[in-house]
Structure formats: structure tokens, C-alpha cells
């Protein structure tokens, strides 16, 4: 990204902060009160003061540890649940209906299935994170695993390859690109629920410390757990982007469009381990696409 | 005339495994609820023989190969491989298609090395196999990039590296250099018939094309009506202008 990019992304957020401090803090009300409202200073402090205390941390990672399970189960689960509906009648006609059932239902909506099923509180928050980001990937994998086309599958089965080689070397990294579309969404929905479920029934967590703060008016508190929040689900959805940038890294990309309209000078390659050859400049790919001119020029 | 835009192979053929034996027998093409189905055909094509087919768009051309590579069952009659009835698809005759199959999240030598994979082939033997058709196609230098990289020739010549390495017994090519232009193709076929003489593979070979037929074909069957054509020897581009090649080229046509 160029330095003016990154100078009015940074500007932006600075001019939100400016502006809820001008707010706060000449009290301002015009029909939206700001009176109450702690200023950006008071909610930086408290969160300097949390940050010093041992209980952050530990509410931080309960909330990380429930996402990160409930999550990775949703993720097995969904692709796999996901692939078998779009590649087994039987399992379309088994699950497929269940699903819609269930699928509408909030995942938060399920607490007292949590609660009547599971021992603890701390299975039923990751149950419901669980539950929520399974339907997105669900969602996602069977629509990608149906749209593959047939003739990859076609080749490998006259290569002599059978159901289970066709599953893993063609649905399952075919079906990728659309599965991380599934993860994404599933990411976000996913930290919805855990902050909820925490705020009814956790013990620890920063879900459960945010409606503490808020039970006994501690408004700036309640800012600390938001930012907390804020700042771990861009950690959870930059990971799942960058990995899925990585899996998928055979795609082929359109060149940074945003960039500047006259063509950059090239630069010194630079070793990219475990990354696509970059398209070349559109010059270069189109001479090597369509020029059928030999490697070895024919000794005459 | 003999150009040939290719390197010269510079590794030895695998042994091959024989040609296989292909025959139709009053067999009915098509899909069950489809458009009308083609035949009965009745078609033998003897081990290690070349038969292109060719016919006008739409008479069943790719249907036939699809058939013979199991991945259709005939709506009637027999599909026969060595004399044993088609079940389905199998690695012993292996399919390239019209357009690109390759597998767009393996690299080139991914793709080389998957009917290796599929035969359990270990991955240093895999991967010396896979980098020997690929030299042999002259690819050497591609086999890290990802498919959608290259270009249409290339990609052709690797789907062909991809059905070689599983050392098939059978060859059915699905107008393989239909989509390449007048001189990448020159270069595709003479490798080709470089290639097939030290496989000692069946070769069915789909064209429209009717030069491309009589250059590699050893005998031509003509669809929809199934009738087969004998190719004298022998096949060289420097023959293409004489008497006998001109006289099947116009029987051919004619037949069509």
C-alpha cells in the first residue's frame, strides 16, 4: 500500500477519535447526548489500568480459547457436512432438511439447549460459537463443491483414481476458495456469539466482563471491552484471510488495479517462498500466452 | 516442411505396457434421455494402432471417446477393453480432453505426477517421472508454475505429460490441438507421433481436422456412419502432397 493510502487510512480513525472527544468532552447534546458518554482520554486510561491487571489478559484468552475451539470444530464439521450434502444423495436427504431447519434458528436462540445439554457453562459457550459459524461454512462448502466442474473429476477417475482420491485431490482443494468465503463469514458470526453467550452465562471472558462493566456503570469500562473485542475479531478475520490467501495462492489474480494507471517500473524480484508466480505486467503475459515461438529455436 | 518447434526427446521411454485392444460391438452412444443416440457402431481398433475419427460437428465424436473411456455406459451393445466388457473408468486407458482438465490448484509437475500418485507410485519415483515427461514435452522449466500460467500450447502438452505418465494402454485424445494455432500444432502432432511410436499405446485420436487424420492416423473412422478408412504408409508430413494422401484426403471429404 503507498504511504498516502496508509496516511488517509490513519486519518480517518484519528479524525473518529477527534471527533468523539470534541463530543465527550464539551458534553455536547443535540438530541444525541453525550453527557454520559466517557471521553476518548477516561476510556484510554481504564484501558491502560486493565491492560495492568492480570484479569484482562485472563478474560482474553477465555474468549480466544472458547472462539478458537468452537471455530475450528464448526470449520471440520462444515466441510464436511457441507461436502457430503452436495456429493451424497443419501446425505441430501438425510441432513438437507435438518439443516434448513435448524440454520434459521439465532445460534443464540440455542442457550438453553446449552444449558440443558451440556454439563458446563464453558461447553455450552463454545456449543454456541460452534453452532453459529457452522452454517455459513456449511453454506459455502456445498455450494462450492457443487459448482466444481466435472471434468476434474472426469480426469482423475481415468487416471484410475477412485471416490477417495477423487474427494481429496479435487473436491476438497476445489471446493477451497468458496470454503474460506464460508470461513470469513463464519469468523465474524462466530465472535457474535461468544461475546453474547459469555454476557449470559460466562465466567470470565471479555463478553462477560463488558456486561459486568455495564451492571455497575462503569462506562469506560465497557469501552474497553468493546475496542478488546474489536481488535480480536480483526486478529481471527486477518488470520483467516491471510490463510486462506496462502492455501488458495494458485488463483489467479487480477494485478493491483488500484495501483497508479501508468505501469511501475519492475522492480528487483524479490524471492516469494511458497507463493503463485505473480502475473506478470499485462505486456509480458500477453506475448507469453499467445506467441507459439519454441523454447529452442530449430538448428536449420 | 519437417520444422519441428520442439526439443528432441532427451529421455529414454519408459518400457511400455503393450496397446490395448479396443472394440465396440453394435454399440448405442449417447446419454440415456439425451438427443438421439449414435450407432450401433461395430468398430475394432487393434493394439498399438492409431485410429483417428472424424465426422461434423455434433455426429458423437467425443461421446464415442467417453464411451470408450468408461465414463458413459452404451445405451446398447458392447464396450469391450482386451475382450473384457467397460465397467467404468480406469487407468489403463487414459483420456485428454478437448479443453484444459488440469487440475488448477497443482502445480504442472502436480498435475504430471497424479496418475503416478494414483498408481502409488513413491514421491522421489513420482517426481522423476513426472520431470522426465515433462523435459521429454519440453516443459523442463514450467514445473513449478501453476496451470492458469501458461499458455494454450503449453497446457496441452501437459494434459499429454499428465496421460503419459500413468503409461496407459490406451491413448483417446478428445481433439487434443483443436484450440492451438496452424504452427503450435505442426509442433503437437510431430511430437506426438514421436511420442506414440515408443509407447507402442492404442491411440484413439478425435479431430476435425481431416490433414490432421490422414497425417496421423493409421486408419480413419468416419462417424455418424461408422465406415473405416485404411491410411497407406508411409506417414510424413512430405507425402502429404501426393497422389495416394490427396486421393484418401478427397475420399475421406467426400465420405463426410
Known sequence: ?300 | MSRTPFPSPAVPLPESGGGAALALEGALLGHSGGPAPVGPLDLRVAPGEVLAVVGPSGCGKTTLLRTLAGLLPPLGGRVLCDGEPVRGPGGDRALVFQHDALLPWRTVRGNVELPLAVRGVDRAGRRRAADGWLERMGLAGHAARWPHGLSGGQRQRVQLARALAGRPRAVLMDEPFGALDAHTRTGMQDLLVEILRGTGATVVFVTHDVDEAVHLGDRIALLPSGGVLDVPRPRDRAAAGDPATRALRRRVLDSL
Open chain 1, 1 to 300: 500500500m503507498s504511504a498516502g493510502r496508509r496516511l488517509v487510512r490513519a486519518g480517518s480513525l484519528l479524525a473518529a477519535l477527534g471527533a468523539w472527544q470534541l463530543l465527550t468532552a464539551y458534553d455536547v447534546n443535540l438530541w444525541l447526548r453525550f453527557e454520559q458518554f466517557p471521553t476518548v482520554a477516561e476510556v484510554a486510561r481504564a484501558f491502560a489500568e486493565r491492560a495492568g491487571t492480570e484479569a484482562y489478559w485472563q478474560d482474553l484468552g477465555s474468549s480466544l480459547r472458547r472462539i478458537v475451539t468452537g471455530f475450528l470444530l464448526a470449520a471440520v464439521l462444515g466441510v464436511a457436512a457441507g461436502t457430503a450434502v452436495a456429493r451424497s444423495r443419501w446425505a441430501a436427504d438425510l441432513l438437507g432438511p435438518l439443516v434448513e431447519v435448524v440454520r434459521p434458528v439465532p445460534a443464540i436462540a440455542l442457550v438453553p439447549v446449552a444449558i440443558l445439554l451440556l454439563p458446563t457453562n464453558e461447553q455450552g459457550i463454545v456449543f454456541i460459537t460452534c453452532a453459529a459459524a457452522f452454517f455459513p461454512v456449511l453454506v459455502a462448502t456445498r455450494h462450492a463443491v457443487r459448482a466444481l466442474s466435472p471434468v476434474w473429476e472426469e480426469a482423475v477417475l481415468t487416471m484410475g483414481g477412485g471416490r477417495a482420491r477423487v474427494l481429496w485431490s479435487v473436491v476438497l482443494p476445489g471446493a477451497l476458495p468458496g470454503v474460506f468465503g464460508g470461513l470469513s463469514i463464519g469468523v465474524g458470526v462466530a465472535w457474535i456469539c461468544v461475546i453474547s453467550a459469555e454476557m449470559i452465562s460466562g465466567e470470565y471472558g471479555v463478553g462477560y466482563r463488558t456486561w459486568q462493566d455495564y451492571t455497575v456503570v462503569d462506562y469506560p469500562g465497557v469501552f474497553v471491552g468493546m475496542a478488546t473485542i474489536g481488535a480480536l475479531g480483526l486478529l481471527t478475520s486477518t488470520v483467516v484471510e491471510a490463510a486462506g490467501r496462502r492455501i488458495t495462492a494458485w488463483l489467479p489474480r487480477v494485478p493491483d488495479r488500484a495501483g497508479p494507471a501508468v505501469p511501475r517500473p519492475p522492480r528487483p524480484s524479490r524471492p516469494r517462498p511458497r507463493r503463485a508466480p505473480e502475473p506478470p505486467s499485462a505486456a509480458a503475459s500477453a506475448s507469453a500466452r499467445e506467441v507459439p515461438v519454441p523454447e529452442k529455436e530449430p538448428v536449420p
